[in-house]
Every structure is written in C-alpha cells, then in structure tokens.
C-alpha cells in the first residue's frame, strides 16, 4: 500500500488549501482513511476520516465546520477552508486495514502512512 500527500503550502490566515492522498497497491473497500496533523513536539492528531465503502466521515471539533474530507476514486481529498495559524502543521494522510467500520482518532491503529505535506498558515 502506498499513500503520496500533496497539496500543502503557504497560505494566509481565512484562506483555503486542499490536500490529496493518491492511494495505489491495496484493495481498500474496507479500509478507512484518514488526515492527521502533527507539529513538532506534539503527538500526531487526527484531523478527519472517511470510510472508504460509504464515505461515513468524522472530524476533530477543531476542523469541524471548516475541513471537508472526500473521497474521488483513488483519491483522499481533505479541503481546508478558513484557515488559522494554529492549522499550521505537517499533514499525514493514513490507512486503517483494521477497523472495518469506525474511525479511529488514534495515530497507532493506521497501518499505512504517507510522507507527509507542510501547511503553513501566516497570521
């Protein structure tokens, strides 16, 4: 299973970024796939799910309202909207072989990660 992110970058505070994860070399039917977010010092935090058979969805409360998760094909789409320093962070998108249903928040139930893309929010 591989996972590419992208889309990451500079941005003003109040605007906008979307970021993909590209997935290849799995079935995922039953996986669930996620966002997390991780600033040094700081453990890894999940910032939103989607199953990939029904495109359930859950989001931390501090995203809800302003990200979207999504899924286009192969594709994990995470859009940002209205955006605040405290977004900046590196963003990891992430497979869950394991669950089968539930979203699960905690970076250590993903089996599968990607390298990670740079969202940088000025204030």
């Known amino acids: 299973v591989q996972l590419q992110a992208s889309g990451g970058g500079l941005v003003q505070a109040g605007g906008s970024l979307r970021l993909s994860c590209t997935t290849s070399?799995?079935?995922?039917?039953?996986?669930?796939m996620a966002w997390f977010r991780q600033v040094p010092g700081k453990e890894r935090e999940f910032v939103a799910g989607i199953t990939w058979s029904d495109s359930r969805t859950r989001y931390a409360d501090s995203v809800k309202g302003r990200f979207t998760v999504s899924r286009d094909k192969n594709t994990v789409l995470l859009q940002m909207y209205a955006l605040k320093p405290e977004d900046t962070a590196v963003y990891y998108c992430a497979a869950d072989s394991g669950s089968g249903w539930m979203i699960r928040t905690t970076a250590r139930e993903y089996d599968y990660w990607g390298q990670g893309t740079l969202v940088t929010v000025s204030s």
């Open positions: 070399g799995g079935t995922f039917g039953t996986y669930i």
